[in-house]
Nanobody
Framework: VQVVESGGGLVQPGGSLTLSCAAS????????MGWFRRGPGKERAGVLC???????????YYAESVKGRFTVSRDNVKKTAYLQMNSLKPEDTAVYYC??????????????????WGQGTQVTVSS
């Protein structure tokens, strides 16, 4: 079982990045996918997630600061989830983690609910 994030890097304020989360070793269509982040000196926190039944439940936002700027999508054929981040701000600087929860219910920001985690990818927003 693996969950691997990619796509992080250095970006200027106002810029965009797309993070990818590649899953293997499990049936991703039965899993909700969550994105979390840990900023400098902060606790890890939920950003947003997408349910296994994204056609029914859509995206769920847990960080108010990213509404209107971040979206999550998934491609079950490619076994990959994506986090599209627009209008990035310095306060978005963090290590971003992808996680998978075996559930067909609406996704959650409770990190304890997630079964598999990636190692994280660094996103730095700075001029």
């Amino acid at each position: 079982v693996q969950v691997v994030e990619s796509g992080g890097g250095l970006v200027q304020p106002g810029g965009s990045l797309t993070l990818s989360c590649a899953a293997s070793g499990f049936r991703v269509e039965h899993y909700a996918m969550g994105w979390f982040r840990r900023g400098p000196g902060k606790e890890r926190a939920g950003v947003l997630c997408i349910s296994a039944r994204d056609d029914r439940d859509g995206n769920r936002y847990y960080a108010e600061s990213v509404k209107g700027r971040f979206t999550v999508s998934r491609d079950n054929v490619k076994k990959t989830a994506y986090l599209q981040m627009n209008s990035l701000k310095p306060e978005d600087t963090a290590v971003y983690y992808c996680a998978a929860e075996f559930s067909l219910r609406p996704c959650t920001n409770d990190s304890e609910a997630y079964d598999y985690w990636g190692q994280g990818t660094q996103v730095t927003v700075s001029s």
